[in-house]
């Protein structure tokens, strides 16, 4: 069985610091990789995904993310963060061949509280 | 509308009380999706649906009844609720149920037993 595990339940950072939101995964196949978003009173919002190929992955508003086969991980980075920035970051597994449907199995969620 | 909606945004019901949580694709999908999202755990997956056909029932208790009469409706029929079942519901689309189409998720409901 496959399980995520996000390390940090929150992250404060000031504004234009790079950040580091850490993801590590529990899984004896190969899975592919997300990274959702959820801001305030919002639903959940897809930052990138690792398929296959290139282990540093580019998402949506200046975070990328790199996959770490040995290490198990999928850490979430980004070089200078902004107040907008403010959310719960979700980092997500889905094991191929899962029964043929879409199995998103979801980490606990981290806290990113940027500071002026 | 666009994307995906949920009604209501909040909801308050007492645990013998009959309620219903109604989702809306607007993005001509095919699959759907209910999730339970409860503070300080990981979001879990409870029902998903293929072209209104149930596909996949996490072991969710029966006080939870889902209903897809369309693929672009989804209902969560709720009956005698726990104070534990107290969370925020988010439901999802994608273009099918395979494995990587991408999930788009509405705002939730967020729903309090008392």
């Given at each position: 069985?496959?399980?995520?595990?996000?390390?940090?339940?929150?992250?404060p950072v000031?504004?234009?610091?790079?950040?580091?939101?850490?993801?590590?995964?529990?899984s004896?196949?190969?899975?592919?990789?997300?990274w959702?978003?959820?801001?305030?009173?919002?639903?959940?919002?897809?930052?990138?995904?690792?398929?296959?190929?290139?282990?540093?992955?580019?998402?949506?508003?200046?975070?990328?993310?790199?996959?770490?086969?040995?290490q198990?991980?999928?850490?979430?980075?980004?070089p200078?963060?902004?107040?907008?920035?403010?959310a719960?970051?979700?980092?997500a597994?889905?094991?191929p061949?899962?029964?043929g449907?879409?199995?998103l199995i979801?980490?606990?969620g981290?806290?990113?509280?940027?500071?002026? | 509308?666009?994307?995906?909606?949920?009604?209501?945004?909040?909801?308050?019901?007492?645990?013998?009380?009959?309620?219903s949580?109604?989702?809306?694709?607007?993005?001509?999908?095919?699959?759907?999706?209910?999730?339970k999202?409860?503070a300080?755990?990981p979001?879990?997956?409870?029902?998903v649906y293929?072209?209104?056909?149930?596909?996949e029932?996490n072991?969710?208790?029966s006080?939870?009844?889902?209903?897809?009469?369309?693929?672009?409706?989804?209902?969560?029929?709720?009956?005698?609720?726990?104070?534990?079942?107290?969370?925020?519901?988010?439901?999802a689309?994608s273009q099918?149920?395979?494995?990587?189409?991408?999930?788009?998720?509405?705002p939730g409901t967020?729903?309090?037993?008392?």
């Amino acid at each position: 069985a496959q399980s995520v595990t996000q390390l940090d339940s929150q992250v404060p950072v000031f504004e234009e610091a790079p950040v580091e939101l850490r993801c590590n995964y529990s899984s004896s196949v190969s899975v592919y990789l997300f990274w959702y978003v959820q801001y305030p009173n919002q639903g959940l919002q897809l930052l990138l995904k690792y398929l296959s190929g290139s282990t540093l992955v580019k998402g949506i508003n200046g975070f990328e993310a790199e996959f770490n086969k040995s290490q198990t991980s999928f850490h979430l980075r980004k070089p200078s963060v902004h107040i907008s920035d403010t959310a719960e970051y979700f980092c997500a597994v889905s094991p191929p061949f899962s029964g043929g449907y879409n199995k998103l199995i979801f980490g606990a969620g981290t806290r990113l509280a940027v500071h002026p | 509308e666009t994307g995906v909606t949920q009604t209501p945004r909040h909801l308050v019901m007492g645990m013998t009380n009959k309620k219903s949580l109604k989702c809306e694709q607007h993005l001509g999908h095919n699959a759907m999706y209910w999730y339970k999202q409860s503070a300080k755990k990981p979001l879990e997956l409870m029902f998903v649906y293929s072209l209104e056909e149930r596909v996949e029932n996490n072991s969710v208790p029966s006080r939870f009844s889902p209903e897809c009469p369309n693929s672009s409706h989804l209902f969560l029929h709720l009956h005698t609720l726990q104070p534990e079942d107290s969370a925020l519901y988010l439901c999802a689309s994608s273009q099918d149920a395979l494995e990587l189409s991408e999930q788009y998720f509405g705002p939730g409901t967020r729903l309090t037993v008392t």
